[in-house]
């Protein structure tokens, strides 16, 4: 989701096309993979029937035990992961051990078309004008069906504070019209050690009008195919604006260099970024 509709192309450019990433990765980066982790093993155990589940402490354990292989692939330091996610996994737990949605997908692959229009062509079958199709994909978290049987695609997020829900997310917004519900949930995992659970996991339900949800396509659609533009020209324009969002651009110090001087302090700094497996080589795999 993020990729399609970058507000900085400079960043798009180092993130996704030429792949550099740091050495290290920000600590609340690993925090986050490792509670998903967990979470996907715990979901997948709970989506089993009744009889077939085993005790919830073990599917507690269980989930926890995947945490900690995972870790061994993480920068995450060994004392993080055992005294504040583990903990805040285990809490989590026990507070939503009797919760009413029932998970019916976790980390389900999609795709879809945001937009397409077909070749233009003339009385002769040629081509006047190329046509265009926008393909998203993307893993959601986990698919909810609750007591009224509506679903709820959710992301899960992990946080060490509580912040207002913003459900003008290009996430959140993409969840609500590819499933057609024009709804999403925001699943929150406090890391905070001295909030109370009932404020630590709560979740955000996020309603959407159908106007909102077309004209973020609308202007998805326009992104994708300014994207498509700057890559065909090799240029990237930069926005300074969101250069200190997040405790700064990875890239920012890149951006600091002479342009003559980017690569060599590529080369230096970062290292090939670790690829996410496309579900469509998957898919070619059978």
Same mark, same amino acid.
């Given at each position: 989701?993020? +990729?399609? *509709?970058?507000?900085?192309? +400079?960043?798009y ?6 792949e ?6 920000? &600590?609340?980066?690993?925090?986050g993979?490792?509670?998903?982790v967990?979470l996907?093993?715990?979901?997948? =155990?709970?989506m ?15 989930? %926890? ?5 995972r ?10 992961s055992?005294?504040?996610? =583990?903990?805040?996994? @285990? ?12 998970? *019916? ?16 062509? &003339?009385?002769? /079958?040629?081509?006047?004008e190329?046509?265009?199709?926008? =393909?998203?994909?993307? %893993?959601? &978290? ?11 695609? !959710?992301d ?6 509580? #912040? ?11 969840y609500?019209?590819? +499933?057609?519900?024009? @709804?999403?949930?925001r699943?929150?995992? /406090? ?11 709560? #979740?955000?339900?996020?309603p959407?009008p159908q /106007?909102?949800?077309?004209?973020w396509?609308?202007? !998805? ?6 994207? &498509?533009?700057?890559?065909?020209t090799?240029n990237f324009?930069?926005?300074? !604006? ?7 651009? %990875?890239?920012?110090d ?7 001087n980017?690569? @060599? ?8 970024? @670790?690829?996410? #497996?496309? %579900?469509?080589?998957? /898919?070619?795999?059978?």
């Amino acid at each position: 989701v993020y +990729s399609i *509709i970058s507000e900085n192309l +400079s960043k798009y450019m180092y993130e996704k096309l030429v792949e550099a990433a740091p050495e290290r990765r920000q &600590d609340y980066l690993d925090k986050g993979d490792m509670m998903h982790v967990m979470l996907a093993e715990y979901y997948k =155990i709970k989506m089993l029937p009744v009889e077939q589940r085993p005790p919830h402490v073990q599917m507690i354990e269980d989930a %926890i035990e995947k945490g900690r292989e995972r870790v061994i692939k993480l920068d995450l330091e060994i004392e993080v992961s055992e005294d504040e996610i =583990i903990p805040n996994f @285990r809490q989590y737990c026990e507070f939503w051990q009797n919760d009413p949605w029932q998970p *019916i997908a976790v980390e389900q692959e999609v795709v879809w078309v945001v937009h397409e229009r077909p070749d233009v062509l &003339d009385d002769n /079958g040629e081509i006047t004008e190329e046509g265009v199709r926008i =393909i998203m994909q993307m %893993i959601v &978290d986990i698919i909810f069906e609750n007591q009224q049987g509506h679903v709820l695609w !959710t992301d899960h997020k992990t946080r060490s504070r509580n #912040r207002e829900p913003m459900p003008l997310s290009n996430q959140f917004i993409a969840y609500a019209i590819a +499933s057609g519900t024009k @709804r999403s949930v925001r699943n929150n995992i /406090g890391l905070q050690k001295t909030v109370a659970a009932e404020k630590k996991f709560t #979740r955000d339900f996020f309603p959407y009008p159908q /106007g909102v949800l077309d004209w973020w396509v609308e202007w !998805t659609t326009y992104r994708a195919q300014f994207i &498509d533009y700057c890559i065909k020209t090799e240029n990237f324009p930069p926005d300074f !604006t969101t250069c200190d969002k997040y405790s700064g651009c %990875i890239y920012k110090d890149v951006c600091m260099q002479s342009p003559v001087n980017r690569q @060599r302090f590529l080369n230096e700094n970062f290292v090939r970024r @670790r690829r996410i #497996r496309s %579900i469509y080589e998957k /898919g070619e795999e059978g």
